[in-house]
């Protein structure tokens, strides 16, 4: 294959900045002594890091956010791993409605479904509770902890199964056993993906949200609403550092490029 | 005739879908038919939300031009979105394609990542570089001589426009690079050994086999702009509305939820329809590419 020219690595230098300056210069301006939005050129300093410490709705928003992305995540999991066994070992009618559906809080813009949850759960009492935005986020982050678990069923060699059951094992045994270490890789990737999400979402949990069950995204996006200052610069700052753990975990498990390929893989 | 382990088989991708079936048709098929039956209801100030049925709000939006105008900026800033993208992401992902294994990489890590990284964090990137009329952006542009007067980014189209393709660019470069990796590259070489120059084998060759991966890049684009919240609500501001913040201020702020709930089940709808008819019209006319 020819390599690529001077002008096209002009060009990709060009790219790669811009891609990289928004999260990078929130990260830098953390770091400045000073007492107003500046880039730290007079040295660093993590005032506005110890600042942090003075807001404890934000630490406490941190908290729901762990909280409520670990929970989910695993909820959607329990969920998940049968229905994508299911997908992937069985042609059954309905296979692919079925899969389109659990797929469909994907396409569905997440402001709909903010709106369709607040109706539902206020109706139904819950308005409002962290017991609510489980549900929720459950519902948002399910696409992406079945897709992993999915791709972990459908490359998974079934004579082994097969030989389990031959040797006696059945039911739980045999899930316990054999077939979920054999997915694990993929679950616990759909684990983390899931996580991400459900840590990142702003739109859909900015309408169900309430003082008490505020995350950090939400926390963030109404502090930015009044007013921009170095304090949220260093609370971004931290949340970067989270998800780039986060990915990098998940790139050297799984392949970030094999997380993220395939249709319709959503953030927002 | 069908056996008894046969019965069982047909039975157990049922059993093992069911739970999640009824977690879906329960918390999301459920909300979703209350939320357009909602935009049917009546709404004042007083009573608050009435149960009946009426057309009032979809009357409103159809007749009122505020909406017209706001759904109108909404869908004008998507296209402009993916436009964008599309003629920045699919040479950059031309690019990275080519790049040996270990920068490849690296870059595709950097390129995608943000992908993950907090939206409200990278939009709020995007304010600091506006920050303004001597934002960091503007400087860099005049000091290059690009532009002679600061453009005014905070609170206008344009920075929208700018910060939304930052925000989508990754779904593009992940869409066209999927594209790349079903290219054989030997066709290129046969094109340049019967003597094409490099602009006929991008035109002739490149460009109509990563076409299904930049307009299927394009769709999730257009999908995921036209119904993007942070990214408008913190450039553009409380004045500069579009669908989402829309239904967002009314909900939340006027606490007109049958009109909010219009203003979104329209959104869907008109959604939908664009992307599944433009998900037909690729698959027909790259049936081939698909196959």
Redesign the interface.
Known sequence: ????GPL??I??TI??I?????????CL?AFTPEGF?SLPTNGFSLRWFRAIANYPEFIHAFWVSLGLGALSSFVAL???V??A???A??R?RG?DA?AA??L??L??????LG??????FT?AGLGGSFAALI??H??IV?PFALRLTLAAATGMDLSVEMAAVSLGANGWTLFRRVTLPLILPGVISGWALAF?QS??D??MT??LAAPGTETL?VR??LY??DN?DPL??SV?AC??AV??T??ILL?RFYG??RV??G?????? | MSTAAEQR??R???A??A???M??VG??L???A??VM?SFHDWGQYKGIEPVFILKNWREIATDPYYAEMFWRTFRIAIVTTLLTAV?GA??AY??N??SGRWK?I???????????????????????F?GNNG?VNKLLMSAGLIHAPIPFMFTETGMVV?LA??M???MV?SV??ALQRLD?QI?NAA?SLGAGPVTIIRRIIMPQIMPGVL?GAI?VF??S?????TP??IGGRRLKV??TL??DE??NTLD?PL??AV??L??VA??LI?VGSNALIERRYAEVFR
Request: glycine fraction near 4%; hydrophobic fraction near 70%.
């Open positions: 294959m020819r390599r690529n096209a690595l060009f990709h790219f790669v811009v891609m990289v300056a928004p999260i990078l210069v929130v301006v939005l329990l969920f998940a049968p229905a066994l299911a997908i070992r069985y059954f296979r079925l559906l659990f469909s809080p396409m569905i813009p997440h402001v709909v709106i369709a949850f607040l109706r539902f109706s549900i929720a459950v519902i399910f991400i840590f990142d702003l739109t900015v309408f995204p963030m996006f930015i609403q921009i949220v610069t971004s949340v970067i998800t780039m986060a990915l790139d970030l490029d993220l390929a249709k319709g893989v959503t953030g927002r | 088989s047909a157990a991708p049922w093992l879908t739970p999640a079936l977690l879906f918390v999301l459920i909300p979703l209350m939320t909602l920045l040479p950059e690019i990275l080519r790049m990489s870059f595709l890590l950097v390129i995608l990542g943000p992908l993950l990284i907090s939206v409200v964090a990278r939009t709020l990137g995007w304010a600091l570089l920050g960091l910060a930052h925000v660019m990754p779904f992940l690079w999927a590259p290129e340049l299927s999730i999908s995921l036209a119904s993007a919240f942070a609500a913190i669908a989402a239904a967002y909900f939340l939820w909010g709930a979104a089940t959104l869907l959604l939908v992307v």
